[in-house]
């Protein structure tokens, strides 16, 4: 086993614990994802052995190829969808993952709501944010939100959990952790998904019960194959 992981793993959670405290939490409150984009099965299997049950894929088909062996061989595994989700991908997207933190948009809510209709198994579901109102970014605009959650429960019949977002990389991400929860306060949502490996102290400060960290436990990522 990796000393190396295994070391980050467990700095990490210290970290965790320490900010909960700090913010007068409860550390079981904030829930790990390990985010395992380009990462080895053999790594994965690593912090499996260390303790690990939560884990987080950006795409579908990369998570197509790894995750059903290694499901089956730790049945009690939770996977999080925290990347962008295309229509075509939903059949496979509700097979595949427990949660999806990126519903953004109706064609989204309207494709999710007919594969519930046809599938037994129902992941839980957040809504992405697009804090930074960036063009070039998933997520649905914070003067939507209001909307577009009341339209994936009321006319879809989607149980929306909680909101999740990811700051701009130029910008005070603990503004952005205050606004979404805020918005996520004013719908009653219980599940904030915020904060990365820069910056998830500050995101638990602000709430987080979803923090996505995969740089400060398996290193730097490769390059994204394309």
């Known amino acids: ?74 049945p009690d595994l939770e996977l999080h969808l ?11 997207a509700v097979q595949l993952f427990e949660v999806i933190h990126s519903v953004d948009r109706p064609k989204i809510a309207q494709a999710l709501a007919e594969e519930f209709a ?9 809504v992405q944010v697009n804090t930074g109102e960036e063009p070039q970014k998933a997520g649905i605009l914070p003067s939507e939100t209001d909307d577009f ?14 909101l999740m977002c990811i700051p701009p990389l130029d910008e005070e991400a603990a503004l952005h952790f205050a606004l979404l929860a805020k918005i996520a306060a004013r719908l009653k949502l219980k599940e904030l998904s915020m904060g990365m490996s820069g910056d998830f102290e500050k995101a638990i400060a602000f709430g987080a019960t979803y923090v996505r960290i995969g740089t400060a436990i398996f290193g730097a990522r490769e390059p994204d194959k394309k």
């Not at 046809?118 to 957040?126: F, G, S, Y």
């Open 82 to 92: 925290i990347g962008p989700l295309q229509s075509n991908k939903v059949r496979d």
């Open 118 to 126: 046809r599938a037994e198994k129902r992941p839980r579901l957040l």
């Open 149 to 162: 959650v009341g339209l994936c429960r009321d006319d879809y019949g989607l149980a929306i959990e909680g």
């Open 1 to 74: 086993m990796s000393e190396t992981v295994s070391a980050s793993l467990q700095a990490v959670e210290r970290d965790i614990a320490a900010a909960a405290k700090r913010a007068g939490r409860d550390p079981a409150t904030v829930k790990l994802i390990a985010v395992a984009k380009t990462v080895s099965e053999h790594a994965i299997e690593e912090t499996i052995l260390l303790g690990q049950r939560r884990f987080g894929e950006n795409r579908v088909q990369e998570a197509k190829a790894k995750w059903p062996a290694l499901k089956e061989r730790h």
